[in-house]
Protein backbone atom coordinates (compact mmCIF):
# COMPACT_ATOMS: atom_id res chain seq x y z
CA UNK A 1 0.00 0.00 0.00
CA UNK A 2 1.13 3.33 -0.77
CA UNK A 3 0.66 6.47 1.69
CA UNK A 4 0.54 10.00 0.33
CA UNK A 5 1.49 13.29 2.03
CA UNK A 6 0.65 16.60 0.84
CA UNK A 7 2.14 19.96 1.47
CA UNK A 8 2.34 23.48 0.43
CA UNK A 9 -1.24 24.48 0.50
CA UNK A 10 -1.75 28.31 2.19
CA UNK A 11 -3.35 31.68 1.61
CA UNK A 12 -2.29 33.48 -1.54
CA UNK A 13 -3.40 36.53 -2.98
CA UNK A 14 -5.04 36.00 -7.00
CA UNK A 15 -2.18 36.21 -9.63
CA UNK A 16 0.42 35.10 -7.03
CA UNK A 17 1.78 31.61 -6.93
CA UNK A 18 2.42 28.07 -5.15
CA UNK A 19 4.09 24.56 -5.23
CA UNK A 20 1.92 21.94 -3.84
CA UNK A 21 4.41 18.65 -2.68
CA UNK A 22 3.08 15.02 -2.53
CA UNK A 23 5.56 12.37 -1.08
CA UNK A 24 4.74 8.69 -1.42
CA UNK A 25 5.86 6.06 0.79
CA UNK A 26 5.19 2.23 0.05
CA UNK A 27 6.20 -0.40 -1.76
CA UNK A 28 6.41 -0.46 -6.03
CA UNK A 29 6.15 3.22 -6.34
CA UNK A 30 7.75 3.08 -10.01
CA UNK A 31 4.30 1.19 -10.95
CA UNK A 32 2.21 4.52 -10.03
CA UNK A 33 1.27 7.48 -12.20
CA UNK A 34 0.38 10.38 -9.83
CA UNK A 35 -1.97 13.13 -10.05
CA UNK A 36 -3.74 16.00 -8.17
CA UNK A 37 -7.76 16.64 -8.06
CA UNK A 38 -9.42 19.33 -6.01
CA UNK A 39 -12.48 19.79 -4.38
CA UNK A 40 -14.03 22.75 -4.18
CA UNK A 41 -16.99 23.79 -1.24
CA UNK A 42 -19.71 22.76 -2.31
CA UNK A 43 -18.68 20.83 -5.58
CA UNK A 44 -17.44 17.29 -6.35
CA UNK A 45 -13.61 16.29 -6.21
CA UNK A 46 -12.49 16.92 -9.94
CA UNK A 47 -9.40 16.24 -11.84
CA UNK A 48 -6.38 18.66 -12.24
CA UNK A 49 -3.13 16.85 -13.70
CA UNK A 50 -1.26 13.26 -13.77
CA UNK A 51 1.69 12.15 -14.55
CA UNK A 52 3.28 8.98 -15.43
CA UNK A 53 5.68 6.77 -13.49
CA UNK A 54 8.40 7.51 -15.28
CA UNK A 55 7.66 11.15 -15.57
CA UNK A 56 7.73 11.43 -19.28
CA UNK A 57 3.72 11.59 -19.90
CA UNK A 58 1.73 14.23 -18.36
CA UNK A 59 -2.33 15.46 -18.38
CA UNK A 60 -4.34 18.34 -17.37
CA UNK A 61 -7.18 19.69 -17.44
CA UNK A 62 -8.51 22.08 -19.40
CA UNK A 63 -9.50 24.39 -16.54
CA UNK A 64 -5.38 24.80 -15.67
CA UNK A 65 -3.14 24.01 -18.83
CA UNK A 66 -0.51 26.93 -19.15
CA UNK A 67 -0.76 28.01 -15.24
CA UNK A 68 0.04 24.27 -13.84
CA UNK A 69 2.84 22.20 -14.22
CA UNK A 70 3.05 18.73 -12.62
CA UNK A 71 6.77 17.37 -11.91
CA UNK A 72 7.82 14.11 -10.84
CA UNK A 73 11.79 14.77 -10.52
CA UNK A 74 14.10 12.02 -11.64
CA UNK A 75 10.96 10.09 -11.33
CA UNK A 76 11.24 9.11 -7.85
CA UNK A 77 8.64 9.86 -4.92
CA UNK A 78 8.09 12.98 -4.83
CA UNK A 79 5.21 14.24 -7.06
CA UNK A 80 5.48 18.58 -7.41
CA UNK A 81 2.14 21.27 -8.46
CA UNK A 82 3.11 24.20 -9.51
CA UNK A 83 0.25 26.66 -9.71
CA UNK A 84 1.11 29.93 -11.00
CA UNK A 85 -1.06 33.03 -11.97
CA UNK A 86 -3.96 31.85 -9.17
CA UNK A 87 -7.52 32.61 -9.22
CA UNK A 88 -10.13 33.15 -6.64
CA UNK A 89 -11.97 30.14 -8.48
CA UNK A 90 -8.55 28.11 -7.81
CA UNK A 91 -9.48 27.77 -4.00
CA UNK A 92 -10.13 24.18 -2.47
CA UNK A 93 -8.77 21.30 -0.82
CA UNK A 94 -5.68 19.42 -3.16
CA UNK A 95 -5.54 16.03 -3.34
CA UNK A 96 -2.81 13.82 -4.24
CA UNK A 97 -3.97 10.59 -6.02
CA UNK A 98 -1.61 7.55 -7.18
CA UNK A 99 -3.00 4.67 -9.10
CA UNK A 100 -0.76 1.47 -10.16
CA UNK A 101 -0.52 0.37 -13.89
CA UNK A 102 -2.65 3.34 -15.38
CA UNK A 103 -1.25 5.94 -17.42
CA UNK A 104 -1.15 9.20 -17.01
CA UNK A 105 -3.93 10.14 -19.59
CA UNK A 106 -6.17 7.90 -17.74
CA UNK A 107 -6.68 9.21 -14.25
CA UNK A 108 -8.64 11.82 -15.47
CA UNK A 109 -11.60 9.56 -16.38
CA UNK A 110 -10.95 7.15 -13.41
CA UNK A 111 -13.47 6.70 -11.08
CA UNK A 112 -12.57 8.85 -7.97
CA UNK A 113 -13.85 5.83 -5.36
CA UNK A 114 -11.77 3.48 -7.72
CA UNK A 115 -8.49 5.25 -7.62
CA UNK A 116 -5.47 3.15 -5.69
CA UNK A 117 -4.56 5.83 -3.03
CA UNK A 118 -5.23 8.93 -1.97
CA UNK A 119 -3.49 11.79 0.52
CA UNK A 120 -5.92 13.71 3.18
CA UNK A 121 -5.39 17.12 1.14
CA UNK A 122 -3.78 20.52 1.51
CA UNK A 123 -6.19 23.97 1.33
CA UNK A 124 -5.37 26.29 -1.55
CA UNK A 125 -7.26 29.86 -0.89
CA UNK A 126 -6.80 32.31 -2.99
CA UNK A 127 -8.24 35.91 -1.98
CA UNK A 128 -8.93 37.94 -4.88
Known amino acids: QVQLVESGGGLVQAGGSLRLSCVAS????????MGWFRQAPGKEREFVAAISWSANSADYADSVKGRFTISRPNAKNTVYLQIDSLKPEDTAVYYC?????????????????????WGKGTLVTVSS
Open 26 to 33: GSFLNTYA
Open 97 to 117: AADRFTAATRMRTKSIGNMDC
